[in-house]
């Protein structure tokens, strides 16, 4: 393969540009033209060092073995997906590592290729790459890394990306590029057969070696047109499902019909239709790059956030009475009732972000206190039982598992079996979510950075409810500031990423929401550099 550079072409880049493209445990930037304003930050050079990078890491921190490193690499439906899987195969040549590439597949199918042992799928892969920037707008790709011992987190990305600035201050260096690309190798596998066979092995093996356990069960999938088509076709047909109505299965990176985003109102409006259409049992709807998913039942009900939470956990207590189940910060009162009360679990209520509730998931097991899913209301979520994969279709599978053993067992056929799992969870009749940003250039913010100035607004909202006898403190809290009061809660914290402060509010009616809403607007309005426009809106009417 030709090197697409010569450093005269290269626009100047230093480490702090290498940096931004950082965020948490993701690699994310604007990998075409197209949308005004954003200009492109991860060109085909840009890739090609980051890729070498990562290489670079792997090589340090896996000791020398017998055989050449491998690194698999995939990709979800962009349309940068091409361009960037060039650039990022060559980009591992050049630290003279062999590429397998994997085309169209799913961010948990990557990881699973660290585990898979099967030599005639080049399995184990040293590393993975996964080419996804998740539900982003189109113009947007981005990076997740796996080894056999998880996703990367924000220190080895971070060191990855300081290694990519350097490579790519010496990218001219065509020597060293020559060599090194002489002695790797790129090879084309589908992985994704062996991927979702051990999907389909495992709902057969939970209906008792059942071949064909979901004969007669109607299920629709909703891709979005990410990479999660796969679903329909490799896992529920050989299953024995029918799958008609099914939509949006053939990948198009411009997402004509809707966001691929189990946590998009339009995406759960459009499963949920087609489910009602087609009279089908349930609905399954998966994020682009299918880490994330979410269901509906056969009446329309759908099962995401504290509600698919609530399932995955009773699901979770059969096969392990007395767990912890451990979610985001987010998660509603009502959810911790449940967990505890009815399903006589505990629940470890942590912070937001998918890795952290993992991580936290593996610590707690690590301290003995026993945990089996890890899950957050986006629609993330991971199990013990497999591998702590953060993996959207294997949660699929989890309830699929449910359906066709209580079909097996007599225990009558359809979805109500999934929803009478989840009766007595009690739902807030107004759920929020409101994003306050800070205005980062603001004089306000008297040359602190927005985390601190962050910090300084929670803080203030901490002490100016001390006083307030309406209303308590979550005694035990992992992020933000949470507060109990008219019947309801309120979470404000930082943004994982972003110079935003999100407030959830849950509240059994609009006034009580209203009444929470003024507690913050209140306590904030010192603060010039926030905008708190979208809490104005709401507390307008008090
Ligand atoms: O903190 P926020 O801005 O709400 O973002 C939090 C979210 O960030 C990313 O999308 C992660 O993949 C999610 O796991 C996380 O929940």
Redesign the pocket.
Known sequence: MEAALSSAALPSLDKTDFLKLQN?SDIRGVAVTGVEGEPVSLPEPVTEAIAAAFGQWLLHKKKAGSRQLRVSVGHDSRISAQTLLEAVSRGLGVSGLDVVQFGLASTPAMFNSTLTEDEAFLCPADGAIMITA?HLPYNRNGFKFFTCDGGLGKVDIKDILERAADIYKNVSDENLRKSQRETSSIKKIDYMGVYTSGLVKAVQRAAGDLVKPLEGFHIVVDAGNGAGGFFAAKVLEPLGAITSGSQFLEPDGMFPNHIPNPEDKSAMEAITKAVLDNKADLGIIFDTDVDRSAAVDSTGREFNRNRLIALLSAIVLEEHPGTTIVT?SVTSDGLTTFIEKKLGGKHHRFK????NVIDEAIRLNSVGEETHLAI?T?G?GALKENHWLDDGAYLMVKILNKLASARAAGKGSGSKVLTDLVDGLEEPRVALELRLKIDKNHPDLEGIDFREYGEKVLQHVSNSIETNPDLKRAPVNFEGIRVSGFGGWFLLRL????P?L?LNIEAQSEDDAVKLGLVVATAVKEFKALDNSALSNLTRSA
Do not use: A, N, T
Not at 495 to 498: C, G, I, R, T, V
């Open positions: 948490g998740s985001d937001r972000g998918y890795k957050e986006s993330h943004s994982l990423h972003d935003v999100p």
